[in-house]
């Protein structure tokens, strides 16, 4: 349908609609009709491609074929179990990735796009989805379109539609019909599209197409964005193919050794390849996802939504975080504490009669009534206004008298906003009325004005000095209203009318959370679009700033400096005052090339390039434009700073968890190694069948591994500087302590089967394996935390209990059972048997908590000295 060759009155009749929208019945039929506005995902898995790419992999493969033959040559029971024991693995792995993906799922949903709509002539905030054609949307600077829609009335609008058309020019919306001919997606301006974001203005508009009928939905194939892999999966990625190299190469030695050594061909490949398949870690990079969804999840649960995954785990690296003022480290709970109104009243020819502060106020400004009787607007705005009621000025009255004929919407790099109203009188017809920051406006005033200025700014600066927000309000009249509304040319030559002051108290929790960053190597940094001396007087509430070294620069002086400059400063400044949005992005590069980790919290729509270039970009869920949060790696749902701080804490966490969960994995696959490998070294017989190797791969790495990622914080989590992104993660030791301890796994295995052995016990084989598996679960108690167990205390981590509990019951299962000691080859240990295999194993625990125990005084003796 040529929607934008069409008149209003056939449009909203074709649509079944009127300017003051739907009613809702018809909406909801509406909605069940035509589904849902949303572009499908094609590249969804179905659970039949997750349960393949889950059997698909190489080793497991050679796996399944090698039991089938030796099924057919030989026992049959042992091809039965590995192949059930391989089914079990792939089911536990399809879970988990269902479980991931349902978790991704739910984060993209609680990110998902609102609309703000007309139906019945209310406007109704509704999730972007459920909108139908005909439905009025309103749309404003910030918004992203929610559908594709047809404008009917606009007030300065234009819309950025690169991610359509590729086209980086703002194109500027109408509302008329465009004459007949034929016009490309970026020339029919009285039409925006799904997915193309408002830049300035505001307007209304019909949607006329939603979900996959939208011009975005008929390309979606093209547009699906691929799936992000993390660094750390990146990395544990190309490691995972060397290891696998390397690991084969030690099965392959294993497989001759034992055949030269008399075992038979079918056993020795069997088992070298359940060794592979065991030691081999190709899913960490899979439940290394699982742990950063999961642990998205929780950090949803303390009002951080996270957008991209990998933002879950570079948290923990961030070394500053760069906020707002308003509303992030303020309650943007704005009340007017003063107001100053000038004597010279060179134009009072108008509403000046009395008060005409007052009245410029309750003119100038965007605040509608809820319906509560609350003021519903802009926090700075609904300030002013409360005032102006509470001093009894009359809106509806001044707004019939001096209707809104147009306006210059405030935007934050001119830092001011201009409305433009009908007058009843003859010789001045057109009033307009400006309100902004101060020092903008006094670049703005009369000549004759101008001379006032330095008496202007005394009391500015005594307001602001008090941590006051100063908003100026100046006027002029002019005989017509100008064709084309040039910003330049209506805001100058103004006649300052008063100014007022008003205070956003600091939040208590952010002083805290200052505290917090900085204990943890964190610098926090306030940018603000306010007076620096406001700004510097809020820093100083909050700790922000502590010394006279701390020092705050405003944008104009950051705008004086070269990137060179720059960079050797920035280091120093802990307040950014008057700044541009677009001088985000400076202070970003500027930190960055020192090697920072940069955490970027924004709310407009030129917010948007400073957060997609920061390491994080944190955009704000209550009063964020859409556009800052499609451009965000995390939303803050409460807008608040000291969320940042605890999502630094949980993230710090999570990856904790993630390297713990690695060195159990990697250490228990290396003890499995060095047990197989060293045992012919020994003259010993090989310790473990292939279904105890995959047995404990199964059951003893996987249960007790995954209740890791339930572990408390360590209690310095907030105490030690952030970590360094670029670190190796095997650095830090965690190499060595696979090596060793895998090493003393294996052998204390041996060791026990070789008395056993020696003593011409029967059970030697049963003993050796449940060695290996208690050893493991010893390892996982130490693993839990930096500070020894016996410290953080057995039951800190109640899943991990759990998943011990359950695992020891399954090795008793099979030890204890007849019909598993058939399976399993397993014979039932005497207690004697049970507590010397309890007493070995044991082993580990006690050298790593020695471990742990040496590395920790050896940390105190450095601090010491
Ligand atoms: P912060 O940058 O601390 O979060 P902010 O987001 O309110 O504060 P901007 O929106 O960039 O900052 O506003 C910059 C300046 O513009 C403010 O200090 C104020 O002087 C002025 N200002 C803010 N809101 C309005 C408005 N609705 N009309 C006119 N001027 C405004």
Request: glycine share 6%; proline share 3%; aromatic share 6%.
């Amino acid at each position: 349908m040529n929607w934008h060759l069409l008149p209003l009155s056939e449009i909203a009749s074709l649509l079944n609609t009127t300017p003051l929208g739907l009613d809702q019945t018809t909406a909801s039929h509406l909605l069940t009709k035509h589904g849902k506005n949303q572009i499908e995902d094609s590249k969804k898995k179905t659970i039949l491609q997750m349960i393949l790419s889950q059997l698909s992999d190489f080793m497991i493969l050679i796996l399944i074929t090698a039991a089938i033959i030796s099924g057919i040559i030989g026992d049959i029971t042992d091809t039965v179990i590995i192949l059930a024991i391989v089914v079990i693995n792939a089911f536990v792995g399809l879970i988990q990735e269902y479980r991931a993906e349902k978790a991704m799922e739910a984060l993209k949903n609680m990110a998902a796009n609102h609309a703000l709509i007309l139906r019945e002539g209310k406007k109704f905030n509704i999730p972007a989805s459920d909108l139908v054609t005909g439905d009025v949307v309103i749309l404003e600077a910030g918004n992203i379109i929610p559908a594709d829609v047809r404008f009917f009335e606009t007030h300065q609008i234009k819309a950025d539609e690169s991610a359509l058309t590729g086209e980086s020019n703002n194109v500027e919306k109408i509302s008329e019909e465009l004459s007949r001919g034929d016009y490309q997606l970026g020339d029919r301006s009285n039409m925006g599209y799904k997915g193309t974001s408002i830049t300035s203005g505001r307007g209304l508009a019909y949607v006329v197409a939603t979900g996959m009928k939208t011009e975005l939905g008929k390309i979606a194939k093209m547009l699906q964005t691929d799936e992000i892999t993390t660094p750390l999966q990146k990395r544990l990625g190309a490691f995972g193919k060397r290891l696998s190299l390397g690991i084969l190469i030690i099965c392959t030695i294993i497989f001759f050794i034992g055949w030269l050594r008399g075992e038979s061909v079918m056993t020795m490949l069997i088992t070298s390849i359940s060794l592979a398949v065991a030691a081999i870690p190709e899913a960490l990079p899979a439940l290394v996802t699982i742990a950063l969804a999961f642990g998205a999840k929780k950090l949803a649960k303390n009002n951080a939504l996270i957008r991209k995954l990998p933002a879950v785990e570079t948290l923990g690296s961030v070394t500053y975080i760069c906020s707002d003022k308003t509303g992030t480290l303020t309650l943007n709970k704005m009340t007017v504490q003063e107001i100053f109104e000038t004597v010279d009243t060179e134009i009072n020819s108008l509403f000046l009669e009395n008060n005409p502060l007052l009245h410029a106020i309750a003119l100038n400004n965007d605040v509608s009534e809820g319906q509560n009787g609350k003021w519903i607007g802009d926090s700075t705005e609904v300030a002013l206004v409360q005032y102006a009621f509470e001093k009894n000025s009359n809106r509806a009255d001044l707004e019939s008298k001096f209707p809104r004929i147009a306006e210059l919407p405030f935007d934050s790099k001119r830092k001011c906003m201009t409305t433009i109203h009908q007058t009843q009188n003859s010789d001045a017809e057109i009033l307009v009325i400006t309100k902004g920051a101060v020092d903008v406006l006094f670049d703005k005033l009369s000549a004759n004005q101008k001379s006032h200025i330095a008496e202007f700014e005394h009391k500015v600066n005594e307001m602001a000095e008090k941590g006051y927000r100063v908003l100026g309000y100046a006027i002029k009249t002019i005989p017509f209203l100008p064709e084309n509304l040039d910003a330049d040319a209506i805001e100058m030559d103004l006649t300052l009318i008063g100014f007022a002051g008003m205070i956003d108290p600091p939040r208590e929790e952010a002083r805290q959370a200052v505290t917090e960053c900085k204990e943890a190597g964190i610098i926090p940094v306030m940018i603000t679009g306010d007076h620096k001396l406001t700004a510097k007087a809020i820093a100083e509430k909050l700790g922000i700033i502590s010394t006279d070294e701390d020092l705050v620069m405003t944008g104009s002086e950051l705008s004086r400096l070269t990137q060179i400059e720059f960079i050797n400063t920035v280091e120093k400044v802990k307040v950014y005052a008057r700044v541009n949005p677009e001088q985000k992005l400076r202070i970003i590069n500027a930190l960055q090339s020192k090697k920072h980790f940069v955490a970027m919290t924004g709310d407009g729509v030129n917010d948007a390039p400073a957060l997609k270039n920061a390491d994080i970009g944190i955009a704000m869920g209550i009063n964020g434009t859409e556009v800052s949060k499609e451009a965000s790696h995390m939303i803050l749902l409460d807008d608040n700073f000291a969320t940042i701080v605890v999502a630094v804490k949980h993230g710090r966490k999570i990856f904790d968890n993630i390297l713990k969960f690695i060195k159990y994995i990697m250490t228990g696959n290396s003890g499995e190694i060095w047990a197989i490998f060293l045992a012919p070294f020994f003259a010993l017989p090989i310790p473990l069948l292939a279904i105890h190797i995959l047995w404990i791969n199964l059951v003893t790495d996987g249960l007790p591994g995954l209740a890791l990622a339930s572990e408390p914080s360590e209690s310095n989590i907030m105490k030690r500087p952030p970590r360094n992104p670029q670190e190796n993660i095997f650095s830090n030791g965690m190499a060595v302590h696979i090596l060793w301890v895998g090493f003393l796994m294996g052998v204390v295995t041996i060791a026990m089967q070789a008395y056993a052995i020696h003593v011409a016990n029967s059970h030697w084989q049963t003993m050796a394996f449940t060695v290996l598996c208690l050893s493991q679960l010893g390892h996982v108690m130490v693993i839990r935390s930096q500070q020894s167990i016996f410290k953080i205390g057995l039951f800190t981590n109640k899943p991990m209990l759990s998943s011990l509990l359950i695992t020891v019951a399954l090795q008793f299962m099979i030890i204890y059972t007849p019909f598993f000691n058939k399976i399993f080859k397993t014979q039932p240990l005497t207690i004697y048997e049970l507590l010397l295999t309890l007493a070995v194993s044991s082993i580990v625990f006690w050298a790593c908590e020695m471990e742990k125990w040496i590395k920790n005084r050896n940390k105190q003796t450095t601090i010491v000295i």
